[in-house]
């Protein structure tokens, strides 16, 4: 398998749909990336399933940055993206390119910034310095306050136009690939149709040129309700409880460890 560059990504667009997820550790990010998973980012999503927060919001640079050095150390192949955490890009265009740079330097390939039009000056100025950047349009979840909860956005025929528009603007800033979360399928398939550059769908539908997954809905490492367009793939919660459960049960019955076993 060949390392995935943003290159090989925008050129595999109408040709190859490709699965891309999240991952946090190196643990998992070596599971993926074996497994030929083209794209990991580390989302900020680690600050709901990893941190154990309501939003993304409280997720630091520093959390950010030492999630990718393990997910980059133990990605060979695949493509690793940086999810620039709220307050790391919105605090000045000058501190924004720092905290991208160290991303970069934290073994990222990429970084991810939340916004359209609004982002398009940080996200040139990003790519004219050798930062590839992948936009993110849609439902951008660092706007949760604003929106008064997670909500499907472009209902109607307005919004879908002004997100329209917001991934044009965002190509036309030097993005080298979109996200498209919670919009309606129409709209992706036109915005899919529109670009030039892919599009990674979470929550939008099969028209995409890729999909997103956060790992834990993907591996069903969470107890609670997963996301409506959410698939699982295993069910990696109820396996490792009951692992849990038999580990506590054989150590208090003396079954583990067994006799004559010491170090
Ligand atoms: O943080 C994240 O996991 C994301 C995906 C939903 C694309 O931004």
Redesign the pocket.
Same mark, same amino acid.
């Given at each position: 398998m060949k390392k995935w560059t943003t290159a090989a990504f925008r050129a595999a667009k109408g040709k190859q749909k490709l699965g891309c997820c $999240?991952a946090y550790d190196a643990c998992f990010a070596r599971l993926a990336d074996e497994a030929g998973v083209p794209c990991i980012?580390v989302? *900020?999503?680690m600050g709901m399933v990893v941190l154990g927060h309501e939003t $993304?919001l409280p997720v630091k640079m520093s959390e950010t940055l030492s999630a990718t050095a393990a997910v980059a150390r133990a990605a060979k192949n695949a493509l690793v993206v940086a *999810?620039m955490p709220f307050g790391s890009y919105q605090c000045g265009d000058d501190a924004a390119m720092a905290n991208a740079v160290a991303c970069l330097q934290a073994g990222a390939d990429a970084v991810?910034l939340e916004g359209g039009a609004r982002v398009c000056g940080l996200i040139k100025r990003m790519a004219d310095a050798g930062i590839p950047v992948l936009a993110?349009v849609g439902m951008t979840?660092q706007s949760v306050n604003s929106y008064g909860g997670f909500k499907k956005q472009g209902k109607t025929r307005e919004a879908a136009e002004a997100i329209l528009a917001d991934a044009r603007a965002v190509q036309a800033a030097g993005a080298f690939a979109v $996200?498209l979360?919670c919009v309606p399928g129409e709209l992706a398939a036109e915005i899919t149709a529109d670009l030039a550059i892919p599009t990674i769908g979470?929550g939008a539908g099969p028209a995409c040129d890729a999909q997103?997954l956060?790992m834990h809905d993907l591996l069903g490492l969470n107890e609670g309700p997963v996301p409506s367009f959410a698939k699982p793939y295993a069910h990696l919660a109820e396996t490792a409880k009951a692992a849990f459960a038999q580990y506590v049960a054989e150590v208090a019955s003396g079954v583990f460890p067994p006799p004559g076993k010491g170090a």
């Open positions: $999240t980012l989302g *900020d999503s $993304t *999810d991810k993110h979840p $996200t979360e979470i997103w956060v």
